[in-house]
């Protein structure tokens, strides 16, 4: 099945999950992930399964003045 990862589309098997998401790109703590413009809390990620085009955000914190 086809996810966009931050805009990327990206082919995952079905039965995905937001942690296999995550895995894909390597995202190393801190960040913060959301599928269709919904945050999911980090202990779900296992338990969030992916469908067909949906839209997953991996945000990174931003610091500086």
């Known amino acids: ?3 966009f990862i931050n ?6 098997a079905e039965g995905a999950t937001l942690a296999d998401a995550v895995a ?3 995202a ?3 960040f913060a992930a959301a599928v269709n413009l919904q945050f999911v809390p980090n202990t779900q990620y ?4 992916l469908a067909q085009d949906d ?3 991996i ?3 931003v610091t500086g003045g």
């Open 1 to 3: 099945m086809q996810v």
């Open 7 to 12: 805009k990327t589309a990206h082919e995952m």
């Open 24 to 26: 894909l790109l390597q």
């Open 28 to 30: 190393r703590p801190p």
């Open 46 to 49: 296992t338990q969030r399964m």
């Open 55 to 57: 839209r997953i955000d």
């Open 59 to 61: 945000i990174l914190p």
